[in-house]
């Protein structure tokens, strides 16, 4: 009697919705991104576990699990889904690791890596999408992300240096504070290049002094900005 009470309530907590949500994300794990060479299975749990369709706007729900990005308000996008699997593989993401996040937009990236990673910082600069993302993260219980308002350029010293950054917005070039803050042997990924035009996704790794950059992929990020 029990067990059948208990598999009532377990099929009354489960909307149609939610079993529905959850094979959108399988398919968009299999076919947007293992189908495209991305293995690194810490990356391709996390994109399994966290509700996509949690981080967009209400009226975009039934695009949440498509293959690209969408608008979040203030001009501003949500990352094509591709796109945050490929930056986080990039970084090889450990569970020691203490990560900055530049752009926190609609919190999506931030909370992929909050299953990975033992600490996540996240900047973001305009300060609607600080506060939305902010309470939308403390909402689903990522706790181990710490967002702050301001302009990223400048990093974070308080709590530097990072095993890696992620920036998720384009800068002409890379901000130096950025390389200063990253650890001996840390990772960061940037897209770089002109505002909406030509950009590509590059690596850079810290050996001591050597600072290596690699180029990744051509990508189409929002444009970098800065505080006054
Ligand atoms: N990572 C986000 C996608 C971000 S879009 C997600 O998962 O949803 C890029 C974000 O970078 C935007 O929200 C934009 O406002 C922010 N941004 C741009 N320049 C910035 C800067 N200098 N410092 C902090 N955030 C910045």
Redesign the pocket.
Known sequence: MFNIIISILLFLSCSPQDDQYKSDRESMVRRQIEDREIHNQPTLDAMLAVPRHK?VPSNLLERAYNDGPLP?G?G????QPYI?AYMTAAIDPKKEFKVL?????????AAVLSGIVSDVYT????TE?YNSASKRLRGLGYKNVICKNA???YGWKDFAPFDAIIV??ASEYIPPPLIEQLKDGGKMIIPVGSPFLNQTLILIEKEGEDITTTSLLPVRF??????N
Do not use: K
């Open positions: 981080f979040i203030y501003q996008t949500i990352s945050v996040e530049i752009g926190t937009g609609s919190g999506y990236q900047i973001e600069i305009i999408l302009d990223g350029y998720t917005a929002v444009p970098f900005t800065r505080g």
